[in-house]
T-cell receptor, first 115, second 112 residues
């Protein structure tokens, strides 16, 4: 069975500081990894994804993430955050199960950017 | 144009009532989903359909019944609503089962 753990439920950070949101997963099969962002009162939207190829993936709004297979991690980073980055961030993992591919989401990390 | 649209956005209803949430996607996707997000933001899949066929049915009470009249629509009907059903319900779609999932804006259901 697969699982996703987002190690921090809340991350407060000052504007223009760097940030890392951590995500670890467990799965016995190959995985595909995603980060989604949810702004207040909205649905989720894709930030970036890793399906194959380069383990460093770049997404929208200056975010990037690195797939580390040995550490089963897919941490999200941004070198300098803005107030507008305040949102909930979800890591998600897709893998092939008996009933087909299934995507599960982590519990979310609330990024709060302070002025 | 909204890619995944769901209605209503807000719904307040009494315990025991029956309600439906409608969802439509104009992305031409084959796979559609219903997710439930609780007050702690935890997001859990409820159902997944591929070309109108049910492929994932998590341990959801059978008071919840999805219906897919065609691959662009996936509606959710809920019977005998309970207080614990209060949540945000998201409809979503994807082109394939492993690909970007596109979410609707959510339907805020409050059961009183």
């Amino acid at each position: 069975a697969q699982s996703v753990t987002q190690l921090d439920s809340q991350v407060p950070v000052f504007e223009e500081a760097p940030v890392e949101l951590r995500c670890n997963y467990s799965s016995s099969v190959s995985v595909y990894l995603f980060w989604y962002v949810q702004y207040p009162n909205q649905g989720l939207q894709l930030l970036l994804k890793y399906l194959s190829g380069s383990t460093l993936v770049k997404g929208i709004n200056g975010f990037e993430a690195e797939f580390n297979k040995s550490q089963t991690s897919f941490h999200l980073r941004k070198p300098s955050v803005h107030i507008s980055d305040t949102a909930e961030y979800f890591c998600a993992v897709s893998s092939l199960n008996t009933g087909g591919f299934k995507t599960i989401f982590g519990a979310g990390t609330r990024l709060f950017v302070k002025a | 144009d909204t890619a995944v649209s769901q209605t209503p956005k807000y719904l307040v209803t009494q315990m025991g009532n029956d309600k439906s949430i409608k969802c439509e996607q104009n992305l031409g996707h084959d796979t559609m989903y219903w997710y439930k997000q609780d007050s702690k933001k935890f997001l859990k899949i409820m159902f997944s359909y591929n070309n109108k066929e049910l492929i994932i049915n998590e341990t959801v009470p059978n008071r919840f019944s999805p219906k897919s009249p065609d691959k662009a629509h996936l509606n959710l009907h809920i019977n005998s609503l309970e207080l614990g059903d209060s949540a945000v319900y998201f409809c979503a779609s994807s082109n394939r089962e492993v690909d970007t999932i596109y979410f609707g804006e959510g339907s805020w259901l409050t059961v009183v």
